[in-house]
């Protein structure tokens, strides 16, 4: 008996290793990408090489991401589903092995011509195998495998979204810092002004016309400065939320003007995209198991063989033992074209995901052109914000020498000034936006992270 056991199971090994796989391997179709971008020099050096640590200079922004990294309660979910996932992978590979079970029964009847009642008491081992013939339980394994890379994936571009958002949000802080800074100047002097205007008024050098324009210029910056107040309060709420916090106070490291300092901004070539995006990755991944699951879905139009064995005795009688060895194959004949649909629904999943997989790296080229284009753009237009804010400031300055002469009106006066608080909050503004411009490309790029080293098994 024993013999023949273990020559059945030869036989299995040797089915599974002869065992033929249906559906065609998964391979990645050459895109239609671009040499260079459009805005860029031809260069492969990318700042996405750098760690996200490297790139802020202030400790404080890189404490602040760290403690998101830890508290953010989206990084948690990301990181229960990568457990899920890992669980259903980890589920998927059991269909490899024999299911072995216990069971136990007993019964009791009589005979009609002797009257007798006989008993019976049997338990016994039950060890059945499905034979991987077509390689369909390797196959979704295989699907399982690449779903949790996919989740692996999303867990990275949760983290590199997370980044971002923090940066983002302490740049913005800091410019709000910075605005608040101008505006709270801008009012300590238009105050100082009104007093000069309101002295005048009193000695009747001046009409209630300039007196009231004064009140007026110093109402309009008291005003922006509760605006400014009011969105930076509002910031450091969100800022708390990243940080998996109720509102706190939000500490400030470095000013804005030395939050990154790069002396060139490089963004590679598109191609690098396929293999740091993790989105586009977490895409491919996701297609390549729906890819997969064809091949299991045609296997269903194929018998399957699974081989089982009893082994067991009877309580009341410890002397009967009995094993028994069985297969059973089960194929289709007819089932209303039920496997053909579902290998078409897999087909049109698969085309689906395909169509998805393109787009997200469309996407990715065009939100790498747009902060390139921001890049260069914002960092014009700081320059000449900045000029702008020095002749403000320098006209301002002129305009009251003149007025306090005699040689001009306090309409003049008013109009500078106000120019000068303009210029002065856009020129700030300017510089943030160039900031998050940087912030902007190195997500674009796929920064923050190193790509997942994968073995093809």
């Not at 005979?111 to 016994?124: A, P, Q, W």
């Amino acid at each position: 008996m024993m013999n023949r056991i273990i020559c059945s199971f030869l036989i299995i090994l040797i089915l599974n290793l002869s065992s033929c796989k249906v559906g065609e391997d998964y391979e990645r179709k050459e895109q239609n990408l671009p040499e260079t971008y459009r805005q860029d020099s031809e260069t492969e050096s990318s700042i996405a090489t750098i760690n996200w640590w490297e790139l802020f200079d202030d400790p404080i922004l890189v404490k602040l991401i760290n403690t998101a990294l830890k508290e953010n309660q989206n990084i948690k979910i990301a990181i229960t589903r990568l457990q899920e996932s890992n669980i259903f992978f980890e589920l998927s590979e059991v269909d490899f092995y024999p299911s072995v079970n216990y069971y136990g029964g007993a019964s009791s009847g009589v005979n009609s011509e002797t009257s007798k009642f006989s008993n019976s008491v049997v338990t016994g081992v039950n060890v059945s195998y499905t034979v991987d013939l077509w390689q369909r339980i390797k196959s979704l394994n295989e699907a399982s495998r690449q779903e949790y890379l996919a989740t692996e994936y999303a867990y990275r571009a949760i983290t590199i979204s997370i980044i971002s958002s923090v940066a983002s949000a302490y740049i913005s802080l800091r410019d709000l810092d910075n605005r608040l800074i101008i505006s709270e100047k801008t009012a300590k002097n238009f105050t100082d002004n009104l007093a000069v205007i309101q002295a005048r008024f009193e000695g009747g050098f001046v009409n209630e016309v300039d007196l009231s324009q004064s009140k007026i210029q110093l109402l309009e910056a008291k005003a922006t400065t509760e605006a400014l107040v009011r969105s930076r309060e509002q910031l450091e709420n969100g800022i708390s939320v990243l940080l998996g916090s109720v509102p706190i106070d939000i500490p400030r490291g470095l000013p804005l003007q030395e939050q990154i300092s790069l002396l060139e901004v490089p963004a590679g070539i598109p191609s690098k995209l396929i293999s740091r995006r993790p989105d586009i990755l977490e895409a491919e991944r996701r297609l390549e198991a729906q890819h997969i699951r064809i091949g299991a879905a045609e296997a269903l139009n194929y018998p399957s063989l699974t081989i089982s064995l009893d082994m067991g005795a009877s309580l009341l009688n410890p002397v009967t033992l009995f094993a028994d060895l069985g297969a059973q194959l089960f194929g289709p004949i007819f089932n209303g074209g039920k496997i053909k649909k579902s290998i078409e629904l897999e087909k049109v999943r698969t085309e689906r995901l395909l169509n998805n997989y393109q787009l997200s790296y469309l996407t990715a080229i065009k939100e790498v052109e747009d902060a390139m284009i921001a890049h260069s753009t914002y960092n014009r237009e700081y320059d000449l914000r900045t000029q702008q804010m020095e002749l403000a400031t320098k006209a301002a300055h002129l305009a009251w020498v003149r007025y306090d002469g005699g040689l001009t009106s306090y309409l003049e006066v008013l109009l500078l000034q106000n120019s000068q608080f303009s210029a002065e909050l856009r020129a700030s503004s300017a510089l943030q936006k160039e900031l998050q411009s940087i912030i902007d490309l190195y997500i674009a790029l796929g920064g923050g992270w190193e790509p997942i080293e994968e073995q093809n098994n």
